[in-house]
């Protein structure tokens, strides 16, 4: 019987032919037999496929062949099964799309002048040591945080995420440049690249939760200090940590409390709303 899974991972490291990676990477996904979307720059890649466990193994390991992959923080979680509708390998100026590639640096050893990682257990004593003073920072889209974040979050209004400079540029979060800012995101990869451009325009105290939500749902489900479910990019839409997860979203329709997120007036269209099923079922008809 099959077992679908899918496995995220990102690596920062200096990549002197992009392309000849995306071939590469094509071609393993293809012999493999998984699909996702992977995006390849200057700067390293960001991977999130998925299939049958044997193939996503199968991808893993001949990832792994590659030296500068080799220690990649693979993230594995359960599949629906075709949770890609396809296989997309592309090169880009970023492989988090910020609009600054020329800002960020990267050597073997990752992103130069980022923010501090912290483990799960180490934001933790964070919180405990600094109380209040510690500053959450969703380093997502608004639309994630609807349905999932960390309990008392700064949730910027940002519908991508190039939205985060200009905010920040306009001085919205200036009051928080000397207190200590956790950014978090799905599975570290958009805080690798935002706190370095917090730190270069004024942040004193930047941190990042390392392994992003993933891993620290991982090791603290919900009994910690997430709320809600974790959205995510594939046919899913959003899991959750426990069999006691709390319902933070609210339905655009009707108010009530749903984690359900959908393509919404039109099914078929491309913008995404926290819509609680009953009512999405009218527009589906």
């Not at 996503?56 to 390991?61: A, G, L, M, N, P």
């Not at 570290?188 to 690249?193: I, K, L, N, W, Y």
């Given at each position: 019987m099959s077992t679908p899974k899918i496995v995220l991972f990102y690596v920062f490291t200096p990549i002197a032919d992009p392309e000849a990676i995306r071939l590469w990477?094509?071609?393993?996904c293809e012999a493999a037999g998984v699909t996702g979307r992977i995006i390849i720059s200057e700067h390293?890649?960001?991977?999130?496929?998925?299939?049958?466990?044997?193939?996503?193994?199968?991808?893993?390991?001949?990832?792994?062949?590659?030296?500068?992959?080799?220690?990649?923080?693979?993230k594995w979680s359960d599949g629906l099964g075709d949770d890609f509708p396809r296989l997309s390998v592309k090169v880009r100026p970023e492989i988090v799309t910020f609009g600054r590639p020329g800002e960020l640096q990267v050597d073997e050893s990752g992103v130069v002048g980022g923010g501090t990682h912290l483990s799960p257990e180490a934001v933790h004593q964070l919180v405990d040591e600094r109380g209040d003073d510690v500053v959450f920072f969703d380093g997502r889209n608004h639309l994630e945080a609807e349905i999932g974040r960390f309990r008392d979050a700064v949730v910027p209004p940002t519908e991508t995420t190039r939205d985060f400079i200009d905010l920040i540029e306009r001085g919205d979060y200036d009051h928080l440049k000397d207190k200590p800012v956790v950014t978090y995101c799905t599975g570290?990869?958009?805080?690798?690249?935002l706190s370095v451009l917090m730190r270069n325009r004024g942040f004193n105290e930047v941190y990042q939760l390392d392994g992003g939500i993933v891993r620290y749902g991982e090791k603290y489900g919900?009994?910690?200090?997430?709320?809600?479910?974790?959205?995510?990019?594939?046919?899913?839409?959003?899991?959750?940590?426990?069999?006691?997860?709390?319902?933070?979203?609210?339905?655009?329709?009707?108010?009530?409390?749903?984690?359900?997120?959908?393509?919404?007036?039109?099914?078929?269209?491309?913008?995404?709303?926290?819509?609680?099923?009953q009512c999405l079922a009218p527009a589906e008809v």
């Open positions: 990477q094509h071609t393993l390293g890649i960001n991977s999130t496929v998925g299939g049958d466990i044997h193939a996503v193994k199968k991808y893993v390991r001949g990832t792994r062949a590659y030296a500068a992959f080799k220690n990649a923080d693979i570290g990869v958009r805080c690798e690249v919900d009994d910690g200090l997430w709320d809600g479910s974790l959205y995510v990019f594939d046919k899913r839409m959003s899991l959750d940590f426990s069999d006691h997860t709390k319902v933070i979203g609210a339905c655009t329709r009707c108010g009530g409390e749903t984690k359900n997120v959908a393509n919404y007036p039109d099914p078929g269209g491309r913008e995404l709303v926290v819509v609680c099923e």
